[in-house]
T-cell receptor, first 109, second 112 residues
Framework: KNEVEQSPQNLTAQEGEFITINCSYSVGISALHWLQQHPGGGIVSLFMLSSGKKKHGRLIATINIQEKHSSLHITASHPRDSAVYICAVRGGATNKLIFGTGTLLAVQP | DAGITQSPRYKITETGRQVTLMCHQTWSHSYMFWYRQDLGHGLRLIYYSAAADITDKGEVPDGYVVSRSKTENFPLTLESATRSQTSVYFC???????????FGDGTRLSIL
C-alpha cells in the first residue's frame, strides 16, 4: 500500500463546478504539499500546510492531522484548471517528500 | 533570469551509453533533488544534496551518480543507460528544509 493515496485518480468536471481532490497518508508528517502539473509542463507548488486551511484565489486546501487526510478544493472550475494535482507529504527532518500518484483533472467548457 | 533550469529538455540515447542531465539554480538554495516520474508511480527521489559536496541516496539510486561541486549545479549521470531508465526526470531545489521545493521543467529521456 502506498504511503500517500489520492482519490480520485481521474476526474472530469464541467466548467463552474466545485471540485474536491482527496489525499490520505499513513506516515507521520511535518507538512503536506499540493502541487500542480500541466500537460508537458513543469511542476508548481500550490500549497504547503501543516494544519488547518489555506486559500489562494479559487483554490482551498485543508488538512486534518488526526485523520491523516487533506483535501484540495477548486471553486468555480475553469478549463485552465485542467492539470494533474499531486499530493506530497514531508516526514521527519530530512526534507524528503513522498508523493501520491496524482489526480488528472479535466474541466470541460 | 532567476530560477531552476534543466538541460536538455529531451534526450534520446542507446542502452549502455553514458548520459548526464544538468540542473542549475540561481537562488543559492542549499537543497537540491533529482526525481523520476513514471506512469503509475508518484515522483520518486533518486538522489538529494543538502549542500555542496554533500549528497545522499534517495528511494531509487541504483544506476545513477550525482555530484555537487558547486551550490548552483547538481548534475545527474546515468553511467550505462538501461531501458528501465526511460523516464521524465525532474530537478528541484529548496532553501531550507521547511520550504516548498521549486521544480525545473523536466527532462524527457528515452533509452532505446
Amino acid at each position: 500500500k502506498n504511503e500517500v493515496e489520492q482519490s480520485p485518480q481521474n476526474l472530469t468536471a464541467q466548467e463552474g463546478e466545485f471540485i474536491t481532490i482527496n489525499c490520505s497518508y499513513s506516515v507521520g508528517i511535518s507538512a503536506l504539499h499540493w502541487l500542480q502539473q500541466h500537460p508537458g509542463g513543469g511542476i508548481v507548488s500550490l500549497f504547503m500546510l501543516s494544519s488547518g486551511k489555506k486559500k489562494h484565489g479559487r483554490l482551498i486546501a485543508t488538512i486534518n492531522i488526526q485523520e491523516k487526510h487533506s483535501s484540495l478544493h477548486i471553486t468555480a472550475s475553469h478549463p485552465r484548471d485542467s492539470a494533474v494535482y499531486i499530493c506530497a507529504v514531508r516526514g521527519g527532518a530530512t526534507n524528503k517528500l513522498i508523493f501520491g500518484t496524482g489526480t488528472l483533472l479535466a474541466v470541460q467548457p | 533570469d532567476a530560477g531552476i533550469t534543466q538541460s536538455p529538455r529531451y534526450k534520446i540515447t542507446e542502452t549502455g551509453r553514458q548520459v548526464t542531465l544538468m540542473c542549475h539554480q540561481t537562488w543559492s538554495h542549499s537543497y537540491m533533488f533529482w526525481y523520476r516520474q513514471d506512469l503509475g508511480h508518484g515522483l520518486r527521489l533518486i538522489y538529494y544534496s543538502a549542500a555542496a559536496d554533500i549528497t545522499d541516496k534517495g528511494e531509487v539510486p541504483d544506476g545513477y551518480v550525482v555530484s555537487r561541486s558547486k551550490t548552483e549545479n547538481f548534475p545527474l549521470t546515468l553511467e550505462s543507460a538501461t531501458r528501465s531508465q526511460t523516464s521524465v526526470y525532474f530537478c528541484a531545489s529548496s532553501g531550507v528544509s521547511n520550504q516548498p521545493q521549486h521544480f525545473g521543467d523536466g527532462t524527457r529521456l528515452s533509452i532505446l
